[in-house]
């Protein structure tokens, strides 16, 4: 079910949060939001994309199977997040990762061609996204370097840091360090007893979570090689 987004909604994008008054009413016109309940697949890879989404509030994972099923997550995305932007500029673009709510998300999608439009109209977004493409980027290659060259614990404790720093109250799970890492269950139960006994996560009372204690973690990660 789709409806026409708030005003509020859309300064909550962060490529939209510094428009003004009649820049607003003008992405509003071109928009759609769209709710998911928690682990519902908004996109899957390989599928035809034709819109750019900004993430009003919820929590999205984006990732890829490999041929034998095992699934590995690039990374996750937050409310004032984006994905799809590179279909803007293809016409023959396809999804190139899959996108699942890991809880009850909100976003806003404007299709490709609107999205054009709108940035003949607002220049300004067009260098917005070419930003967010070169911090994909980035982030791409500093994964590449850390499944490469890092061991376990410091792979674990980077990933871990990252999300701390984009949530005030983060908490983990077993299976999303598994699924960012690659490694087998086994391996990150060992490291997770290793930060427990640290002091630097403690168990929460829902089964497989944990709350993260970000200062001790940034310490241990420096000397986790």
């Known amino acids: 079910m789709t409806n026409i987004p ?3 909604n859309i300064k909550l994008i962060k490529i939209f949060s510094s428009l003004n008054e009649e820049e607003i009413n ?6 759609s939001k ?3 309940s928690k682990n519902t697949i908004i996109c899957l890879s390989g599928e035809p994309a034709t819109y750019f989404a900004g993430i009003i509030n919820g929590k999205l994972k984006v990732s890829s199977f490999s041929e034998s099923g095992k699934e590995i997550a690039f990374h996750y995305l937050y409310p004032g997040d984006c994905f799809g932007e590179m279909s803007i500029f293809d016409n023959e673009s396809t999804r190139s990762a899959t996108i699942t709510s890991l809880s009850q998300s909100d976003i806003i999608i404007i299709k490709n061609k609107d999205f054009i439009n709108l ?4 220049p300004s977004i067009f260098f917005k996204i070419g930003k967010i493409l070169s911090e994909r980027l980035r982030h791409s290659n500093k994964k590449i370097e850390l499944l490469c060259f890092c061991s376990l614990k410091r792979k674990v404790t980077d990933y871990l840091i990252e999300c701390c720093e984009k949530e005030n109250y983060y908490t983990c799970s077993q ?3 598994v699924e960012f890492t690659g490694a087998s269950r086994e391996s990150i139960s060992r490291v997770i007893s290793e930060l427990r ?4 996560i ?10 993260i204690d970000l200062e001790k973690l940034k310490t241990y990660s420096e000397t986790s090689e």
């Not at 940035?119 to 607002?122: A, P």
């Not at 403690?202 to 709350?211: A, G």
């Open 119 to 122: 940035m003949k109209e607002m």
């Open 6 to 8: 708030l005003k509020e």
């Open 34 to 36: 769209i709710s998911f």
């Open 197 to 200: 006994q640290n002091g630097i």
């Open 175 to 177: 299976k999303e360090i």
């Open 26 to 31: 003008l992405i509003q016109k071109f928009s």
């Open 202 to 211: 403690t168990k929460e009372s829902k089964k497989d979570n944990f709350k």
